[in-house]
């Protein structure tokens, strides 16, 4: 362990990984400010730029990215009440009013504090827990991926649907239907191509997700008529305030930090939960355990209401690293596309990977650390003028994030094909998103269709065509029992909507 | 059974999973495979069930209570904008990158209203200039561009 921590001391902190993170944050910071576009856009925006990239350097900018985001979303969300992401939401319920009442430099120093926070001590916990993890998953079988990846796709239904679940599964079906398009990874037989060349190879997963995501958050913003742009005045350096804390303030905040990155971390680590529930448990903890004089705060301006979900969803990024980097099973729709970008980097994720390429998993883990004071350092000075970048006007960025997009998936390819296909793609998943169906089952069931496929092949072929390895094995058994109480509380929540 | 914007794309994906499933059945397989425990048409088979179960579900079950009214949103603008990308992919080969990028941003930002010239150009021909110079130039990525190498910019 203590040799792939140097490996990975080495990789992160050279000055071009070092680059990347800054570039990373910044980059992140910039997308996840912009109403409509979260991680998951600001990370396929990234993937054609990391094409020629080493996997190492790559994922570090994406982390960086993502961290960037998620700080990105919390200034809108504080300085606005416009989250650019769902994750800081719940950052927004008191970070605003504390910027209402001129305090906005200080709502921001507190997000950043807690961000930093929160993202550190889960990198600990990372650092701590991954590798042991990774061992534990050693001992799995083909039977046992096969269930856990079947539970992180109903998890992550579950967890997306906001109390529509069949539609969730719906778009886990038609994801893993859109992965066996092309050739078959065994027979190399090809399928569904409708003998049209261009899906003999089946379809790119950037094009994918840039066509669900950036593209049709762009055509999002112009259909529902959304006014994403803000004066500059609105977020001048003279209404933002003072950026420094008191010895009182600090005190509040501590126990709030340890308390919620500690369940942030948990709350990520879990398939398909993520920032967004975090954020929502930590705030409505912190609530529930305090005073009834506190508690009136809450909503308000509550300094504590504030670190809650700060911290928590920054430790949940980082804990949602955790299955990506043992099991290779994303825990989160972004770490889903993170996924996909690790294996067309023809790495695969699981624990093979923290014995075999060590350079990558721990200069990710480093490079969080590296993120995260990245962030508190860089970042939170810059803020001011970050956040004029919130007074672009609808009319400029909408184009420019097509262009964007359909730039980054012709780069891949130089492929005409794939720009009709992906404008093609983004227009359903507009229809989609207005009927309420989620785009992040979708995602995760086409980036784990080939290796859901491949496992319950090697599953059924050593058990004779049997179906029995999943009560015969115990890892199954108990993944396969967590599925059906997955179900089975989807169903009692119908039930009781209906009932309501 | 009353019918809503749920229940119609329920049918949809219904009708999608039901010729999913008829075309996984029609997967030619080798022929010492067609019985085999699993074969190529296996999972796409498991796929195929599953997706019908679940839409059929949603077909009968949805209340539609979620729906938003179609009527009420930008439906021309999002399809000039469709058209518009559709257009950029249809050119960017015959007359190259930097040319098709500068007119699909300047119509685009033209069709969203932006009128002052300044900001259509300062927004779309650096834009394509210095992405064109960072992968031509720095990245060494080669973009076939017919009006550059007219130009004798690029050979």
Redesign the interface.
């Known amino acids: 362990m203590i040799e792939g921590l140097m490996i990975g001391i080495n990789t992160a902190f050279s000055g071009y990984n070092i680059i990347m993170v800054m570039m990373g944050c910044f980059a992140g910071t910039i997308i996840g400010m912009l109403p409509g576009l979260g991680p998951m856009s600001a990370i396929a925006l990234m993937i054609p730029i990391t094409y020629g990239f080493d996997p190492a350097s790559a994922m570090i900018l994406m982390a960086g990215v993502y961290y960037g985001a998620i700080f990105g979303g919390s200034t809108s969300s504080i300085l606005i009440n416009a989250p650019g992401v769902a994750g800081t939401v719940s950052s927004s319920f008191d970070g605003y009013p504390m910027a209402k009442n001129g305090q906005a430099g200080k709502a921001l120093a507190i997000a950043a504090y807690a961000s930093f926070s929160g993202g550190t001590i889960a990198a600990l916990f990372l650092l701590v827990a991954a590798p042991q993890l990774a061992k534990v998953s050693l001992s799995f079988q083909s039977a046992d991926y096969f269930a856990l990846m079947c539970v992180g796709l109903l998890s992550i239904a579950a967890f997306a649907s906001k109390g529509q679940f069949l539609k969730a599964m719906i778009m886990t079906a038609f994801g893993l239907a859109l992965a066996t398009v092309g050739q078959d990874s065994l027979s190399d037989i090809t399928r569904f191509h409708f003998d049209n060349i261009n899906l003999m190879d089946g379809i790119s997963f950037v094009l994918l997700v840039m066509a669900t995501f950036a593209m049709s958050e762009a055509f999002m913003i112009i259909f529902k008529k959304m006014d994403v742009s803000f004066s500059a005045s609105d977020v001048s350096k003279e209404k933002l305030g003072s950026i420094k804390l008191s010895k009182s303030e600090v005190k509040e905040m501590v126990p709030v930090v340890g308390r919620t990155s500690v369940l942030g971390f948990l709350v990520g680590v879990l398939p398909g939960a993520g920032a967004t529930i975090a954020s929502f448990l930590a705030w409505g903890f912190e609530r529930s355990i305090a005073k009834a004089k506190e508690k009136l705060k809450f909503g308000k301006g509550s300094i504590k209401g504030l670190a809650a979900p700060e911290t928590a969803n920054n430790a949940a990024c980082t804990g949602s690293f955790v299955p990506l980097l043992t099991l290779g099973i994303p825990g989160s729709g972004t770490t889903a596309v993170m996924l996909g970008a690790l294996l067309s980097f023809g790495v695969q994720p699981g624990p093979r990977l923290y014995i075999e390429q060590p350079e990558i998993f721990w200069s990710i883990i480093i490079s969080m650390y590296i993120g995260n004071v990245v962030l508190l350092v860089l970042n939170l000075p810059l803020i001011p003028y970050i956040a004029r970048i919130l007074a672009i006007p609808k009319n400029l960025l909408v184009p420019l994030v097509l262009f964007f997009s359909v730039t980054g998936v012709y780069l891949i390819s130089f492929n005409s094909f794939d720009i009709y296909f992906m404008a093609v793609v983004a227009l359903i998943s507009l229809v989609l998103r207005i009927l309420n169906y989620p785009m992040p089952p979708l995602i995760l069931g086409f980036i784990l269709g080939g290796m859901l496929e491949k496992n319950l092949r090697r599953a059924l072929l050593i058990n004779d065509g049997s179906f029995s390895f999943m009560w015969e094995r115990p890892i199954s058994l108990t993944l396969f029992i967590i599925m059906i109480v997955i179900i089975l509380l989807q169903i009692y929540q119908g039930i009781q909507k209906k009932q309501s | 059974m009353t019918i809503n914007?749920?229940k119609i794309?329920?049918l949809v994906?219904l009708l999608?999973?039901l010729v999913?499933s008829y075309?996984?059945g029609e997967?030619?397989?080798?022929a010492f495979?067609e019985h085999a425990?699993?074969?190529?048409r296996?999972?796409?088979k498991?796929?195929?069930y599953?997706?019908i179960v679940?839409?059929f579900?949603?077909l009968v079950?949805?209340r539609g209570e979620?729906?938003?009214p179609?009527g009420q949103?930008?439906?021309l603008?999002?399809f000039v904008?469709?058209v518009?990308?559709?257009t950029?992919?249809?050119i960017?080969?015959s007359v190259g990158f930097f040319l098709s990028?500068n007119l699909?941003?300047l119509v685009?930002?033209y069709y969203?209203?932006?009128r002052s010239y300044k900001?259509l150009l300062f927004?779309s021909f650096p834009?394509a200039a210095s992405?064109q110079f960072m992968?031509h130039g720095l990245?060494d990525?080669y973009?076939?561009d017919p009006f550059l190498e007219f130009l004798g910019v690029i050979s």
């Open positions: 914007y749920t794309s329920a994906f999608i999973f999913y075309l996984a997967i030619e397989v080798f495979d425990d699993f074969n190529a296996t999972f796409p498991f796929i195929s599953l997706g679940v839409s579900l949603t079950l949805s979620d729906d938003e179609f949103f930008e439906w603008k999002v904008l469709f518009l990308v559709f950029y992919g249809v960017i080969k990028t699909f941003l685009s930002y969203l209203g932006v900001v927004c834009v992405l992968l990245l990525v973009i076939r």
